[in-house]
């Protein structure tokens, strides 16, 4: 490219950006569309479009001249700022990996997801993993197939794990989980034999509209402002994203489990605010967004569980809320009694329904299923009864039908394999995050019960929020805790639950 | 291209078909996304993705190739199927017309509307035309360029009348209203010396949640599957449509206007049947969806008028289903009552909540409007006074704000000058229409009164729906009713208010 000025170089590069952002939004919007308001039969015509979009997608990001713009970009990479730098390495490795999809797999792959998710819905509706299964099937091969094109030096899961968190592995992960273990569940057999708080007021009626209005005042409680951020109703709560000034979040209200809406809100609420305290900056170019699945859920369960499950939260700022708007369901219930029935321990059968101390065990029978799907040691017609019978092991439970079972999720309708762990990483990021936050600010107890998170989500858009995908994500987390110990989050569990049950 | 056969010309126009129908889908998931859930202050992220999609869905239309492309295949128009042909008829006529609109222009109109339409909401809203103005003559400004380039032999208000109801023209329009105006005018003022009927009872407290209920049912009579027809709730109704499997429709409740979002539901229900009943061989191609604005509004103006406001039909259908979910509301009203309240003859000043009487005279304050506008011999500040002035002279009216006055239609925000004839002429093609489905089916009154549409629908998708594009909408009126007369139109309404008020 010998006629290439760096100027127009980097011209080429942020109008290859915003065109990308482009097309990452509509698709977006697309599949919004899809899980919060489209009609059920509408999803032939979606799969077309969606696959002309990703079609495009693919041709843009893979084309061979890109190739020739990073060659000559990253050869004169002292001569662009720091951001268009990183957008530059990050370009790059995005095209390395899609130049090395065929655009026929690349297509092929987004349009079968988009009839998988369909397809799950009904099965998972209909009790029917038969139906899922040749979908799976095709998902697992595609994943093991494009797990090479993303690395081809890597093990195959550990590829696909990189997806979702630069850097990770199968090594780390197996050790991470086995620490896990060896705190979770001997704790766990000993508040097992502990007297149980009684959580049966939790499933008393509590109608949607009143839902409803408690989801609008726990956004305002967490400054979601509502002109940049939305909410919509799914099957299966999630967050979705265009810019960071406009990100949707969604729930599901169950009328007799007040306690799920509320604590999906807080969760996506956490996403959101992530999304929503980028720098505007990074809109636009291949910065944009959170940098990966691991950071991303350690903002959301930090929300979820550090501030929304936390005593003080719990007995000061939601309880009151929650006895408000519904006062006769909730008349003879003490602070402490629904802060104690909030983090009940009980080892169930639905992953988003968990406490916080067995939720970890769920990852990890996705975990050890995801492994052995790709490493071809497990089939697919084989996963609900392994599902099961790690239920067994790891939970202590019974799985009744694959609808409790391995039909519960979205992520493997979604194409998404190896991207469970990140809930287990998040999780344990979140307490290391917490033990920096109160070196600078001190005990955040008080800012919990007044219901002021200012200090908090100040805090962690300075450190994290603000800085989007700009450092990779291990670069991220060294920058502000140095290096990641698992510990923070075991002696978090311990002390928390200790205190709840044992003391 | 002498290298081309007919076969890979033919396969190459059907991808860039496919391709153009998925830019459609997605514009048109962006805009219902922006009217039904967006969080407000996420329209600049939108408009940019928006200015970056219609940029390449423009690239697509007019890319040079086409061109060749279209002259080879009409080179070899005969050895085509004659729904290619004519797909060739339309795809050429388009890509004239864009190729003549430069990119930047076209680009900056469809970034300027989708910033408009968010301005429009809040003057509506604010009762401030001043801010919305600068919008509104930069609206013009492209209009009347873009006429030029649509059709550069036409005038310009003909032009711009010919992108919604192709053959239509000023001379005809001005013919139309005069005679329009020679039956309503006479007939208005002798209703208004007539003894008016109370519809005091339509202005009642109906909650939302059982206007949402009647919705329900009304679709459910319609016979919109819901499978591929969905709902939402917007300031401004309107119905969009992705493929004849994928229809929204759209309504605004008003606790204290029942009739208003339930003739809204009929309304859009009627254009949604149309793009519903389209042939599925037309899907994803230039033929796809309804031919004209005009023959549209006479699908969605055949039910929300010669259905919905039938004596056979609201007495029998619509009453009984209002009065069985607000049965206090309606204890004392008569189904007869309830028919002449929905036919009272008001003059007023909101189109969308006109009677079938004098609606066009509302449409006649925007045609003259728009035309002057257009030959530029009314600026755009003055475009207040004279609506006032107008709605003075032809409905007797007084407009107290610009809220009910010149900013109450989406319209002009959604850059569309030339639009509202259509609705006159929708109105005008319905009863000659009629006329013809009763030679062939006999009196549909008992088909009403059952609330039993399948005949009727059937004869319209017979002969109207499933042909979607395929015919210019002149060339499938006279297909069906031979020469248009609006006297049909005149003598269905002297008709029906003779009977309602003068007899």
């Not at 599949?31 to 979009?53: C, F, N, Q, W």
């Not at 990996?97 to 690349?106: A, C, L, N």
């Not at 497990?378 to 099961?388: E, F, I, S, T, Y």
């Not at 287990?424 to 290391?432: E, H, N």
Request: glycine letters at 6%; aromatic letters at 12%; proline letters at 5%.
């Amino acid at each position: 490219m010998p006629d290439l000025s760096v100027a127009s170089a980097v011209e080429a590069l942020k109008k290859l950006e915003a065109t990308s952002a482009a097309y990452d939004h509509v698709l977006g919007v697309l599949s919004l569309d899809a899980s919060t308001a489209a009609p059920k039969g509408s999803y032939p015509g979606r799969s077309l479009t969606t696959g002309v979009m990703s079609g495009l997608h693919y041709q843009l990001i893979s084309d061979e001249r890109n190739g020739q713009l990073y060659e000559y970009l990253s050869a004169h990479a002292d001569e662009l700022d720091e951001q268009t730098r990183r957008e530059v390495e990050v370009g790059k490795k995005n095209y390395d990996k899609m130049h090395r999809i065929p655009m026929e797999e690349y297509v092929a792959f987004r349009t079968l997801l988009s009839e998988a998710q369909a397809v799950w819905e009904k099965a998972k509706l209909e009790n029917d993993f038969a139906a899922f299964a040749p979908y799976l099937e095709k998902i697992v091969d595609y994943n093991r197939k494009f797990a090479g094109y993303y690395n081809p030096h890597m093990a195959p899961y550990d590829a696909l794990l990189n997806e979702y968190e630069e850097g990770m592995n199968t090594a780390t992960l197996d050790a991470f989980f086995a620490q896990l273990r060896e705190t979770i569940v001997p704790l766990l057999a000993k508040i097992q034999s502990a007297p149980q708080p009684d959580d049966s007021f939790l499933r008393v009626l509590c109608p949607v509209e009143g839902q409803r209005l408690l989801s609008g005042q726990i956004m305002e409680v967490m400054g979601l402002d509502r002109n940049y951020c939305g909410i919509a109703e799914t099957e299966h709560p999630f967050t979705t994203n265009f810019n960071n000034h406009d990100v949707r979040i969604t729930t599901h209200y169950y009328p007799e489990a007040v306690a799920s809406s509320l604590f999906s809100v807080i969760h996506e609420g956490g996403h959101a605010i992530y999304e929503l305290g980028c720098d505007d900056r990074y809109n636009g170019t291949f910065l944009y967004g959170g940098v990966s699945m691991g950071i991303h859920e350690s903002q959301s369960r930090f929300f979820e569980n550090i501030v929304g499950r936390s005593r003080e939260f719990v007995e000061n700022v939601i309880f009151p809320r929650v006895k408000a708007i519904f006062p006769a369901q909730f008349a003879s219930v003490s602070p402490l009694d629904f802060y104690r029935a909030i983090n009940r321990v009980q080892p169930s059968l639905i992953r988003t329904e968990a406490d916080e101390l067995t939720y970890c065990l769920h990852i990890m029978v996705r975990y050890e299923i995801e492994k052995q799907l790709i490493d071809g040691s497990l089939a697919v017609a084989d996963v609900p009864g392994k599902w099961n019978a790690l239920y067994r092991e790891y939970l202590g439970v019974d799985v009744p039908d694959d609808a409790h079972g391995c039909l519960q999720d979205v992520h493997w309708a979604g194409g998404s394999i190896g991207y469970f762990p990140s809930y287990a990483l998040g999780s344990a990021y979140g307490p290391q995050f917490l033990h920096e936050m109160e070196k600078d600010l001190g005990d955040i107890a008080p800012d919990l019960r007044a219901g002021d998170l200012t200090r908090i989500k100040g805090w962690l858009r300075e450190n994290i929020h603000r800085h989007a995908s700009f450092y990779k994500p291990g670069q991220l987390f060294e920058r502000v805790c140095g290096k990641f110990d698992a510990r923070y989050y075991t002696d978090y569990l311990t002390k928390k639950y200790t205190a709840l049950y044992l003391e």
